[in-house]
């Protein structure tokens, strides 16, 4: 269906005008949305990050078994063998005790040099490297493999990826109940609204009907009324984040040192968030609108 | 233009308005309807621009049978029909020259045709010089006059009018009257509900009077027929 561009214009200026026609119920749904999208734009910042943050550590997130130095060659090879038939294991790697010295010379940069000393009397044990197929079972996997023999010692990064997954997990459900609630308070609010303007407008509408106004066209400026007020609803939010997010970036974390805390880039994720609340804010106005336009604008 | 058979209507309420009304009016006729209150006048001529549908019966406009029409059909019906009320309807914040142009605009005419269509029915009912008024500055027949050129500004080929001059003194009456002259005088249908002895019994044409939801009389250039 194509429309003139003159009656696109006039859907715009009667949108605008029902806006400013409501005072006190137009700041109040305008305000409920803003609340909203301010959680929303939080929630999403700190799931998005926690996740981010997650999927470093979990690339990092190996189980190393040590094995037993009485362990003879079979042993070892057999314990490899029943640790690779583990459903939830994606990839066990052997790693002699010559490799382990190797890294562990490599990985001390300048100091490793005198370790090179141990090569001809190496105290290390040979280790197999193991990775879960889903992060999250790393506990399960290592937990399992220690109760194995000829095991000297299980480690992995037991503390930081069960908070981490905790964490993220409660923050998850916290967050998207708050907000679905909000979500249909928002909604509420700018369908009561919309639903003030009818009535306001009912004469009016009458005569359009009158003189066969189509439907569509009845229609339209109040589709166009909630999406403003949600989209006005959104200005705040995503200054808020761009401006926040950009002080927490470049001025705050800049100087915290702590391993896996590392947050996304300003540019583009500030942005791209910024997007997406300004699609939920015009989604909650043209949702509210059309609930109010379907009950109470019989046409 | 317009046949109805048989046309019964009854109310949700369990009123019922109409009790068998077979009529044909055909184009370019003046018609009025006449009888006591409660008659059926307003559901009459509430079913022509398909503000109702009939319970049982047939009403077609222009060959186009109204219980049959799809309901996002019927702004394309009611463009062909002007309508004109009693109390006016017209939109308190709007001046002359919008309050027409506003019947013209919400059917996507074009900003150019609008312009020249409105000062066209200014010149008809004779309200060019007010065109910047509001309603408010308005005496009672000027507005009656502006919805009469907001009705017939999209040239359609029937215009109603349930009880024009029912708010205006018999002087104004008359100067409305004279513009629904006009109007019939180019070819378009005009039905015209009123309790107007005066104007009935002057002007000598089509009546037809409704009583208890069925036609009484139909006479070809008739009388009021009532005492007041």
């Known amino acids: 269906m194509a429309m003139k561009i003159s009656t696109l214009k006039r859907h715009f200026r009667e949108g605008i005008k029902n806006i400013f026609r409501n005072g006190w119920m137009t700041v109040a749904s305008i305000g409920s949305v803003t609340v909203t999208l301010l959680l929303v734009a939080a929630f999403l910042t700190i799931i998005l990050n926690l996740n981010h943050m997650a999927q470093n550590v979990e690339d990092d997130v190996i189980v190393k078994v040590l094995i037993d130095v009485t362990a003879d060659d079979n042993e070892v090879k057999e314990l490899g063998e029943s640790i690779k038939q583990l459903d939830k294991v994606d990839s066990v790697v052997f790693s002699s005790k010559d490799d382990e010295l190797e890294n562990l010379v490599d990985s001390m940069g300048e100091e490793g040099q005198s370790w090179e000393l141990f090569e001809q ?66 909604i509420f609010l700018i369908s009561n609204t919309i639903k003030l303007t009818i009535m306001a407008r009912s004469t009016e509408i009458g005569i359009m009907k009158l003189v066969g106004a189509t439907n569509g066209f009845i229609r339209w400026p109040f589709f166009i009324e909630g999406m403003l007020l949600g989209i006005i609803g959104s200005i705040l939010p995503i200054a808020f984040l761009l401006i926040g997010y950009y002080y927490l970036v470049e001025k705050i974390v800049i100087n915290v040192q702590i391993p896996f805390f590392e947050l996304l880039p300003f540019y583009p994720f500030a942005w791209q968030i910024s997007l997406v609340i300004f699609a939920i804010g015009a989604l909650i106005g043209i949702w509210g609108s059309v609930m109010s336009v379907r009950k109470f604008l019989r046409v | 233009m317009i046949v ?117 029915v200014l010149d008809l009912v004779d309200l060019k010089n007010k065109a910047r008024f509001l309603p408010s500055e308005l005496s009672g027949g000027e ?82 027929g009532y005492e007041n």
């Open chain 1, 121 to 186: 009397d190496n105290p290390l044990n040979h280790a197999y490297i193991i990775k879960a197929k889903e992060p999250a079972d790393t506990v399960e996997i290592a937990e399992n493999i220690r109760t194995y023999d000829h095991i000297h010692k299980v480690t992995y990064g037991k503390e930081v990826v069960n908070q981490l997954f905790e964490f993220n997990e409660n923050a998850r459900i916290v967050g998207i109940v708050l907000i679905i609630g909000l979500v249909f308070t928002a």
């Open chain 2, 4 to 120: 109805m058979k048989d046309v019964h209507k009854k109310y949700p309420n369990g009123v019922t308005a109409l009790n068998g009304i077979t009529v044909n009016i055909d184009k370019g006729e003046f018609v009025y309807v006449v009888g006591p209150s409660g008659a059926g006048k307003s559901t009459f001529i509430k079913l022509i621009y398909r503000e109702e549908k009939p319970t049982t019966g047939i009403v077609k406009i222009n060959n186009i049978n109204t219980s049959e029409l799809k309901e996002k059909n019927v702004p394309y019906l009611r463009r062909k029909i002007g309508v004109v009320f009693q109390d006016f309807k017209l939109l308190p914040k709007l001046s002359v020259y919008e309050n027409i142009a506003f019947a013209l605009e919400v059917i996507e005419e074009s900003p150019r045709n609008i312009r020249k269509r409105v000062m066209e």
């Open chain 2, 143 to 224: 507005q009656q006059r502006v919805s009469i050129a907001r009705a017939i500004v999209n040239k359609p080929e029937i215009v109603i009018a349930d009880e024009p001059t029912g708010n205006l003194d018999p002087e104004t009456s008359w100067e409305i009257m004279r513009v629904f002259e006009e109007i019939s005088e180019r070819g378009t249908t005009m039905i015209m509900a009123t309790h107007s002895k005066e104007i009935v019994n002057k002007m000598k044409k089509r009546v037809i009077a409704i009583e208890d939801g069925i036609i009484v009389r139909d006479e070809s250039r008739g009388d009021y």
